[in-house]
């Protein structure tokens, strides 16, 4: 299985300034054949399921403000809030589909500091 | 707007199979692939399996000999049998769409709102 790791666990963040979470995978995640990263990027708010924020590693899903953005390739990835709004209050996992079986990283939690 | 939504029992005791339906609604089954996810309480996300809209399934390994996943494409639903299930098996339980992508599936882009089942003794 593919080993996703992200780090940190947690951040706190004051409001309008950048967040930054890394997502590591044991085995790279690119298809080479066609460049791309299967690699996306969930928002998990309490009590409520996963969103798709990010998919192929950086492309943005329809309607995801842009101040989510992400990046990487092969094996390092990272989720950037470049400016962090109240309501990006979250948990957030990054997750690959190069390969069965799924898997995902063990979250991290985006705090207001 | 494609839309998810999952029923079920709420509790199921030890030993005896879970049964979980996701029904489809604004969209089509079709041409897509269909999973299912799992969230235990406080922790992390699992993926158990997916079907394809032809019936094509393919089960996470550490569940394998307990899940089935069969699809109603009629009935634009489809469903997930978890035998033998223990306190272990407590977590909230989601389905979710992927695309096909060259004849993969990919990322989980809309998902249900998921359904609690406990497991007691």
């Known amino acids: 299985d593919i080993v996703m790791t992200q780090s940190p666990d947690s951040l706190a963040v004051s409001l309008g300034e950048r967040a930054t979470i890394n997502c590591k995978s044991s085995?790279?995640?690119?298809?080479?054949?066609?460049?791309?990263?299967?690699l996306g990027w969930y928002q998990q708010k309490p009590g409520q399921p996963p969103k798709l924020l990010i998919y192929w590693a950086s492309t943005r899903k329809s309607g995801v403000p842009d101040r989510f953005s992400g990046s990487g390739s092969e094996t390092d990835f990272t989720l950037t809030i470049s400016s962090l709004q109240a309501e990006d209050v979250a948990i957030y996992y990054c997750?690959?589909?190069?390969?069965?079986?799924?898997?995902f990283g063990q979250g991290t939690k985006v705090e207001i500091k | 707007q494609v839309q998810l939504q999952e029923s079920g029992p709420g509790l199921v005791k030890a030993s005896e199979t879970l049964s979980l339906t996701c029904t489809v609604s604004?969209?089509?089954?079709?041409?897509?692939?269909w999973s299912w996810i799992r969230q235990p309480p406080g922790k992390g996300l699992e993926w158990i399996g997916y079907i394809y809209y032809t019936g094509s399934t393919n089960y996470n390994p550490s569940l394998k000999s307990r899940v089935t996943i069969s699809i109603d494409t009629s009935k634009h639903q489809f469903s997930l049998k978890l035998s033998s299930v223990t306190a272990a098996d407590t977590a909230v339980y989601y389905c979710?769409?992927?695309?096909?992508?060259?004849?993969?599936?990919?990322?989980?882009?809309?998902w249900g709102t998921g359904t609690t089942v406990t497991v007691s003794s």
């Open positions: 997750q690959q589909y190069y390969t069965t079986p799924w898997t």
């Open positions: 085995q790279s995640v690119l298809h080479s054949s066609h460049s791309k990263n299967y």
């Open positions: 979710a769409r992927s695309f096909d992508w060259l004849s993969a599936a990919c990322y989980m882009d809309v």
């Open positions: 604004g969209g089509s089954i079709s041409n897509y692939y």
